[in-house]
């Protein structure tokens, strides 16, 4: 089983859904984040979180909200998708013992559509 | 702002020639500087690191990166390209000194190793 577990896989949805991606991992890490894929721009992040009751925005995260439920669940939801939020959507954790040497450890990705 | 350059879009390589994957770097301070390797709908996964001493950083899958004070460059490196070598490659930095600091991500380079 993935250490980062992403659902659902890929999703279509129409504008002004709402639509909620989850995040569940088994790393035992504090720090999960959400990331944007899309071509040419890389990744951009859109929350994080360094522990249950701590959540930041990224650099785009304006069209979404998170929750952390738990240590091992962050999930990203799209209150009223529109065409512009299609991507494709990782969520990480990390090892805030590592430090600043640490890596990310990402999951398989959710590809949203929004026609 | 720390961030992190990767002026290729596409790199072509014949299989068994040596590969290089160009990765500029602007930061303040001392640079933690990653490669992340993206294969067909996975995730992206970790290569190696550069933190502190040797230049020459060795990782995963046979890469190695060269860190370049100089230059401000940071570019990963094969020997012997192979076909799997084939993905998307992402040059990363982190974008502060403190322990909160997150990973920055540059636009990504795809990689094409032809038989």
């Known amino acids: 089983d993935a250490d980062v577990t992403q659902t659902p896989r890929n999703r279509i949805t129409k504008t002004g859904k709402r639509i909620m991606l989850e995040c569940s991992q088994t790393?035992?890490?504090?720090?999960m984040y959400w990331y944007r894929q899309d071509p040419g721009l890389g990744l951009r992040l859109i929350y994080y979180?360094?522990?249950?009751?701590?959540?930041n925005k990224g650099e785009i995260s304006d069209g979404y909200s998170v929750s952390r439920q738990a240590q091992a669940k962050f999930s990203l939801s799209l209150e009223s998708a529109i065409p512009n939020q299609t991507a494709l959507y990782f969520c990480?954790?990390?090892?805030?013992?590592?430090?600043?040497?640490?890596?990310?450890?990402f999951g398989e990705g959710s590809r949203l559509t929004v026609l | 702002a720390q961030s992190v350059a990767q002026p290729e879009d596409q790199v072509n390589v014949a299989e068994g020639n040596p590969l290089t994957v160009k990765c500029t770097y602007s930061?303040?301070?001392?640079?933690?500087l990653f490669w992340y390797v993206q294969y067909p709908n996975r995730g992206l996964q970790f290569l190696l690191k550069y933190i502190t001493g040797d230049n020459l950083v060795k990782g995963s899958y046979g890469f190695e990166a060269e860190f370049n004070k100089s230059q401000t460059s940071f570019h990963l490196k094969k020997p012997s390209a192979l076909v799997s070598d084939s993905a998307l490659y992402f040059c990363a930095v982190r974008d502060g000194p403190s322990s909160a600091s997150k990973i920055i991500f540059g636009s990504g380079t795809r990689l094409s190793i032809r038989p």
């Open positions: 990480a954790t990390s090892d805030p013992g590592t430090g600043l040497t640490g890596e990310l450890f």
């Open positions: 790393k035992g890490h504090d720090r």
């Open positions: 930061v303040s301070g001392n640079p933690y």
């Open positions: 979180s360094f522990d249950v009751k701590d959540i």
